[in-house]
């Protein structure tokens, strides 16, 4: 079980989001985890286009998000019959520029039945729990990683290379039921360190975005990441994630790295 006793990520006060321990990422002690922060933008999106299901978000970071706390704004940039898009900005207290967002939401239909592909799936049941990839943040306080139930699937392990990793994280508003694809966004942005090539300590791989594609909403608290990073000489990278419930796979997760050596 997880080790931190927050209740969730966020408090909320009207329209600022301040952070708690668990939503603290592992490089410094005064920025937030992305992960959480997407599905904050993915509630305010979500809540312009309640009519559609919001299906990809892409969210851009230009500086840390602070855990004292932000907000996030929201409209609407197209409404069509079967598609909206909207966008997103997130501000701090000196109304800084800190990530913009755009979203594509669509309108669902029903079908009794329908073909797909599958793909094989790893089974909750069969996991063990573990900890978190990332055993120890730069800053050695509470964050992210301390504050979410961890389990692996036979033959998988925390160590560097590509992994599988199941996930179960808190609520991310205080007093609020996160929507299928917010409960999604924590672990979509873990990819990164899912899979890393190499020790946190020893090289640095923060990602300047996320995008986070869902076919399907996800209907379990346990969620999975399949995740592979690609590193190259010149400091670029890229992560990919397929993502699942105890379904099996709901969406992929990309995030491009900006890969340096720890000094």
Excluded at 162 to 170: G, N, Q
Excluded at 244 to 261: H, N, W
Aim: glycine residues 6%; aromatic residues 8%; proline residues 8%.
């Amino acid at each position: 079980m997880s080790e931190n006793k927050d209740k969730a990520f966020f408090c909320i006060d009207n329209d600022w989001f301040v952070g708690n321990g668990a939503s603290r990422g592992p490089w410094t002690a005064d920025a937030c985890h992305a992960g959480p922060v997407t599905a904050i933008i993915a509630r305010a999106v979500e809540q312009n286009a309640p009519d559609k299901q919001l299906v990809r978000l892409t969210v851009s970071f230009c500086r840390p998000v602070p855990i004292t706390g932000f907000r996030v704004d929201a409209e609407i940039i197209r409404n069509g019959r079967s598609a909206t898009s909207a966008i997103a900005t997130l501000r701090d207290a000196d109304d800084r520029i800190c990530a913009t967002a755009s979203s594509l939401h669509l309108t669902t239909h029903s079908f009794k039945e329908i073909p797909t592909a599958s793909i094989p799936h790893p089974c909750i049941e069969d996991a063990t729990s573990g900890k978190f990839a990332v055993g120890r943040p730069l800053h050695g306080l509470p964050f992210f990683g301390s504050s979410v139930d961890v389990a692996y699937p036979p033959n998988e392990t925390r160590e560097p290379g590509p992994t599988t990793m199941w996930m179960r994280a808190l609520p991310i508003i205080e007093g609020e039921d996160p929507t299928p694809f917010q409960s999604l966004c924590p672990i979509s942005d873990c990819g990164n360190g899912i899979s890393r090539n190499a020790d946190f300590s020893e090289v640095s791989f923060v990602n300047a975005d996320i995008t986070v594609a869902a076919y399907r909403l996800p209907e379990s608290a346990w969620l999975a990441s399949q995740a592979i990073s690609f590193w190259q000489p010149s400091g670029i990278g890229l992560s990919q994630a397929t993502l699942f419930d105890t379904r099996g796979s709901v969406g992929t997760a990309l995030q491009m790295l900006i890969v340096k050596p720890v000094d």
